[in-house]
């Protein structure tokens, strides 16, 4: 077999895979308006239009086709913005690409935003065996943007500082203020909050120019003391 049909996927890989991509979509929409403790499979089942007894052939509990909703997700927003970065020239571009994918994402897609939002410290401090690979992806995402930076702290275009601490925290920055805006916290007056975030976070880490020398005012003639008679 050669190694062209070895990696060939057969139809029933291609219709199982576009199948588990409709129920995690349809569980995204479950857990959106129910959220993760009230949801359960039968609505997921329901929502995808399979029998309860077909969603275990692919998931077998709640907590793994939650994980898997919202990896999916993120690994698709990882490859968007890899993609966009890689077609951006120069380092405030690669930066402006990595907020633009972001932002375009939890515009279009309010399921997705919602489950992330208020679902993040479930994934984040829950004791479940997924908590350590959502820190990984959520960690390597950061060190795709540590790495444009890297590049514009060599060139000089930015200050030294730690990449991936500096990534972190444009990650949150971007999550937080649009967290501000879906709950209408930032009123929804025309600001591009994409641009708004870029120019926080980039004037926080450009280089400080000198500040500029005092003028020295030019000494003053000494007087001429008047002679007494």
């Known amino acids: 077999m050669t190694r062209a049909q070895n990696s060939r996927k057969t139809r029933r890989e ?12 349809a569980a995204r929409r479950v857990f959106a308006r129910r959220g993760f403790d009230a949801a359960t499979l039968e609505e997921v089942a329901q929502e995808a239009g399979i029998a309860k007894g077909t969603l275990y052939l692919y998931f077998p ?24 970065m890689r077609q951006a020239e120069g380092v405030q571009a690669r930066v402006r690409a990595a907020i633009a994918v972001r932002g375009e994402l939890m515009r279009s897609d309010t399921e997705f935003m919602r489950i992330y939002l208020t679902e993040f410290g479930h994934l984040c401090a829950h004791p479940t065996r997924h908590r350590k690979p959502f820190r990984e992806l959520y960690l390597a995402m950061a060190r795709d943007l540590a790495d444009v930076l890297e590049d514009g702290m060599r060139a000089g275009e930015l200050r030294p500082g730690p990449p991936l601490e ?64």
Request: net charge positive; glycine share 4%.
């Open 14 to 25: 291609v219709l199982a895979e576009f199948r588990g991509g409709e129920i995690l979509a």
């Open 61 to 84: 509990s709640k907590e793994e086709i939650f994980w898997a909703a919202v990896r999916e997700r993120m690994l698709e927003l990882r490859q968007r913005a890899q993609a966009a």
């Open 166 to 229: 500096l990534a972190l925290t444009l990650q949150f920055l971007m999550r937080d203020c649009f967290t501000a805006r879906y709950m209408g916290v930032f009123a929804d007056d025309g600001l591009n909050l994409e641009n708004f975030v870029f120019e926080l976070f980039w004037h926080g880490v450009r280089p400080q120019s000198a500040p500029p020398r005092p003028v020295k005012k030019p000494a003053a003639a000494p007087r001429r003391m008047r002679k007494t008679r």
